[in-house]
């Protein structure tokens, strides 16, 4: 599974991650984690939209 994640992120199929290779893949779990977050879709997360229950 792992080995998997890793070629996912490997773009220039080097054999290394960039900072940048891995910072771009976890930069679409942090987009996603938001936005599940931002329930009004307005960037920006209230405390109400943050302190609610997980659908």
Request: glycine share 4%; proline share 2%.
């Amino acid at each position: 599974m792992r080995a998997s994640e890793f070629a996912q992120m490997d773009l220039d199929h080097d054999g290394r991650l960039s900072f940048s290779e891995f910072e771009g893949h976890h930069r679409s779990l942090v987009d996603r984690a938001f936005a599940a977050f931002d329930r009004d879709a307005d960037n920006r997360l209230s405390r109400q939209e943050f302190m609610a229950p997980k659908e």
